[in-house]
């Protein structure tokens, strides 16, 4: 007889099967953030899922994200006497109530009729940041509004038209936003065939990118090759708000980054969506933790879809890490709810792990806690 849990959910009935074992049926709530994207997928249209869940060209980096987290394993320390652990973090624009923030995501209106408002007030309940995509469909303005308890960061792709990203940054500096998240990875889009094949080119009829409104047109987000370190320091002139690198993926670059004024650096291969064929970002982290030498918090995203990848993350030297797909899954699922129960699930998960592995806080970890295995 195997018991499988003491838990169950409201309709389900475990039942035994002529072998004796007991069977509990697949939950018709999800109980993991991977099981979201089933329950999401169902509800989108074809397009609209290939646009979230997709990557670039072969989508092997898609696959490393998660890969890379399997092949890493974890070894627990014992009798600590820790004590129940805290999961809170301290980073660049203030507090967390959990080391996992919502990565910024376009399009939330995609997946729900609430968009981003719902995200928002999914994370304030998390006690988490979110940072709102500058391909938001609800202006970044309404998104506060709609959560006034959230922290919110902006994520800027720098416009070559530097008057109007400095729109942009004061259009998150008015909405309350608490750090600027530049993302560097993206000199080009990448070159998604998923989104190819579908023609998804547009937005459909009544959704725009709302934070790109000048005067009475909406602007194309530019992504050009011609952003240059010079483009950061500009920026670095024009907000007092904490700068933090999101794409940064090489150590050089990293170190590059110390002398241009930013508050830290998130490593990112983009969810694998830009360029294909970049390592995984949990392999990326710890070159470029080495390089920085503590200078300033690094972050982390792609791939994380359980606690026990959080704490491998941040044992590697991440001050915390962000979720992407996991979050837009929940959201298409179930809205605002799906998102509170992705993060909850989450944040549950690094507090057991973290007691599991005998710390009292994520200030326990350290990189000889994490073993590479040959799977
Ligand atoms: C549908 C989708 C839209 C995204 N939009 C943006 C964006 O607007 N800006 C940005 O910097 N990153 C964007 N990203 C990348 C995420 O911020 C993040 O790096 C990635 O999703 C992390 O990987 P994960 O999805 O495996 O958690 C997007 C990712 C996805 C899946
Ligand atoms: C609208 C896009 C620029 C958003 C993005 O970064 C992505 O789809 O990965």
Not at 127 to 139: E, H, R
Not at 166 to 176: D, H, I, M, S, W
Request: aromatic residues 4%.
């Amino acid at each position: 007889m195997t018991g499988v849990g003491t838990t169950r959910m409201a309709g389900e009935s475990p039942h035994v099967t002529d072998t004796g074992t007991r069977v509990i049926p697949a939950p018709a709530v999800p109980w993991t953030p991977r099981e979201f994207e089933a329950a999401a997928r169902a509800r989108l249209a074809p397009e609209h899922y290939d646009y979230f869940a997709g990557g670039a060209g072969d989508e092997v980096t898609v696959r490393a994200n998660e890969a890379a987290f399997g092949r890493l394993s974890l070894v627990p320390r014992v009798l600590r006497g820790a004590g129940r652990p805290r999961t809170d973090v301290t980073l660049p624009g203030g507090r967390a109530a959990m080391p996992v923030l919502v990565a910024p995501t376009a399009f939330h209106r995609l997946a729900d009729p609430e968009g981003e408002r719902a995200t928002a007030r999914a994370a304030a309940a998390a006690g988490t940041v979110m940072i709102v995509s500058m391909a938001s469909t609800v202006a970044v303005g309404e998104v506060a509004a709609a959560a006034p308890e959230a922290t919110l960061w902006f994520q800027l792709y720098v416009q070559p038209d530097m008057a109007f990203t400095e729109t942009l940054v004061r259009r998150a500096e008015a909405a309350g936003c608490r750090a600027l998240v530049v993302t560097v990875d993206s000199p080009a889009r990448g070159l998604r065939d998923r989104e190819r094949r579908h023609g998804f080119w547009d937005l459909p009829e009544g959704m725009a990118c709302e934070n790109l409104r000048d005067g009475g047109r909406v602007r194309p987000i530019v992504m050009s090759p011609e952003i240059s370190w010079e483009h950061i320091d500009l920026l670095r002139e024009m907000t007092t708000l904490p700068i933090i690198l999101k794409g940064v993926a090489h150590p050089a670059d990293a170190r590059l980054a110390l002398g241009h004024g930013v508050s830290g650096l998130l490593v990112s291969n983009h969810g694998g969506r830009q360029l294909d064929t970049v390592p995984a970002a949990v392999d990326l982290l710890p070159e470029i933790v080495a390089a920085v030498g503590g200078a300033v918090p690094v972050l982390m995203d792609g791939g994380v879809r359980r606690g026990t990848d959080v704490l491998k993350a941040m044992a590697l030297g991440a001050g915390a890490v962000a979720v992407g797909r996991p979050v837009i899954w929940g959201l298409a699922a179930d809205g605002e709810r799906g998102v509170t129960r992705v993060l909850d699930l989450l944040r549950s998960e690094v507090e057991q792990a973290l007691t599991l592995c005998g710390c009292a806080s994520v200030h326990d970890l350290d990189p000889g806690m994490v073993r590479r295995s040959c799977r």
